[in-house]
């Protein structure tokens, strides 16, 4: 059970570059969120899905993109990137009642 | 606007003895708390939950507490441990809606040996 995972692991981008950062879960969960961590902070929410088809923003989704097409996937999109952007970015999901699950996180750095 | 506050960025604390941390909250619609706990390079893993009904969850070494009426709760790790040496997250949601967890800015706790 591969649980959530996220790819890739690390990336580094140039300023106006765009990315996807996946985020896949094998658990059958509705629900899903990203999340971003700036050092000395709580994780932010910037978007999230409650299932396939429907998404919603989160406290910080400007310079971001998601889509849900299935299930399982929750690719965050990062047009145009900044250096305010870098960061380490979570995956996670949940079912309806119970806690979420983290991915190991994505390393992003904007120079 | 930060709703889920951990005023402690760190803390220390000697093997064997209780570490506790300390989460405050400012939305009353918050009706389930969660701490998260996270070693470096990894993502955060669930550690205990309470539901606004209870006053306290208990499992294992770890205990929360939660005072709604001060809108406060606290983790009790009992005894510490080397290996809880890790960042603490605390986290607040609503259960009748879309269940966005809010996250605190953590606490970082060390366990001396």
């Known amino acids: 059970n591969a649980g959530v995972t996220q790819t890739p692991k690390f990336r580094i981008l140039k300023i106006g570059q765009s990315m996807t950062l996946q985020c896949a879960q094998d658990?059958?969960?509705?629900?899903m969120y990203w999340y971003r961590q700036d050092p000395g902070m709580g994780l932010k929410l910037i978007y999230y899905s409650v299932g396939a088809g429907i998404t919603d923003k989160g406290e910080v989704p400007n310079g971001y993109n998601v889509s849900r097409s299935t299930t399982e996937d929750f690719p965050l999109r990062l047009e145009l990137a900044a250096p305010s952007q870098t960061s380490v970015y979570f995956c996670?999901?949940?079912?309806?009642?119970?806690?979420?699950?983290f991915g190991q996180g994505t390393r992003l750095t904007v120079v | 606007d930060q709703q889920v506050k951990q005023n402690s960025p760190s803390l220390s604390v000697q093997e064997g003895r209780i570490s506790i941390l300390n989460c405050d909250y400012t939305?009353?619609?918050?009706?389930?708390f969660l701490w998260y706990k996270k070693y470096p390079a990894e993502g955060p893993t669930f550690l205990i939950s309470?539901?606004?009904?209870?006053d306290k969850n208990e499992d294992g070494r770890f205990t929360v507490f939660l005072n709604k009426s001060a809108k406060h709760l606290s983790l009790h790790i009992v005894p510490s441990q080397p290996g809880d040496s890790a960042v603490y997250f605390c986290?607040?949601?609503?259960?009748?809606?879309?269940?966005?967890?809010?996250f605190g800015t953590g606490t970082r706790l060390k366990v001396l040996a």
């Open positions: 309470i539901s606004s009904i209870k």
């Open positions: 996670a999901s949940r079912p309806r009642n119970t806690e979420a699950f």
């Open positions: 986290a607040a949601t609503t259960t009748s809606g879309t269940y966005k967890y809010i």
């Open positions: 939305n009353s619609m918050f009706d389930y």
């Open positions: 658990m059958n969960h509705n629900y």
